[in-house]
């Protein structure tokens, strides 16, 4: 079945320094990859897309890798800062849509 | 300008009542899904809608669930017959169509006793 892993031990890193959070999938082709930010007690905010044939996307401190041999997404934070503290979810959806399929998702913590 | 909405914010039910949950979305967000979020995990995909008619009604776990959207905006995710385990926090999203970014609501937490 399809699945998405994504580290589930708490990342704590120190402000200034740049966060790395991995997202690896199993038996699926997706033709999208997105990252979300969510906050406790509300709902993913969109934060990248990344289509099956971009290698890389970048927004402000923000960067995506998408490697489809590897099955893997790397999600970078540079210069992080406290703020940036909350849980990043990976999502894949397939060709003609539909259904998107998240994983677990990754708490990050940026100490001051 | 208006996000997703979604009312209630919470829902408190006793086991083997029925609850409706709704859903608006962006106007003109043709896309809409249903997921269900427990603590600690990521949101679970249920049904998802293109315009007024369910594309993809793959994650529905039983047909206790049941889901409507029709005219194309609004939608209402009901479920008959609750049991404890349905208990979870149910978030609406909406894109302008699959492939987008989707554009989720604050969520409905229904708790079941």
């Known amino acids: 079945s399809q699945k998405i892993e994504q580290n589930s031990e708490a990342l704590n890193i120190q402000e200034g320094k740049t966060a790395t959070l991995t997202c690896n999938y199993t038996n699926y082709s997706p033709a999208y990859l997105q990252w979300y930010r969510q906050d406790p007690g509300r709902g993913p905010v969109f934060l990248l897309l990344?289509?099956?044939?971009?290698k890389e996307k970048r927004k402000e401190r923000l960067k995506v890798t998408f490697d489809t041999t590897l099955k893997q997404s790397l999600f970078h934070i540079t210069a992080s800062q406290p703020a940036d503290s909350a849980t990043y979810l990976c999502?894949?959806?397939?060709?003609?849509?539909?259904?998107?399929?998240f994983g677990a998702g990754t708490r990050l913590f940026v100490k001051a | 300008g208006a996000g997703v909405s979604q009312t209630p914010s919470n829902k408190v039910t006793e086991k083997g009542k029925y609850v409706e949950l709704r859903c608006d979305p962006i106007?003109?967000?043709?896309?809409l899904y249903w997921y269900r979020q427990s603590l600690g995990q990521g949101p679970e995909f249920l049904i998802y809608f293109q315009g007024t008619g369910a594309a993809d009604d793959s994650g529905l776990p039983n047909d206790r669930f049941f889901a409507v959207r029709p005219e194309g905006s609004v939608s209402t995710l009901k479920i008959q017959r609750t049991e404890r385990g349905d208990s979870a926090v149910y978030l609406c999203a909406s894109s302008l169509k699959d492939g987008n970014e989707q554009f989720f609501g604050p969520g409905t937490r229904l708790t079941v006793l």
């Open positions: 990344i289509r099956e044939n971009e």
């Open positions: 999502a894949l959806e397939g060709t003609g849509g539909f259904k998107t399929i």
């Open positions: 106007s003109g967000h043709t896309a």
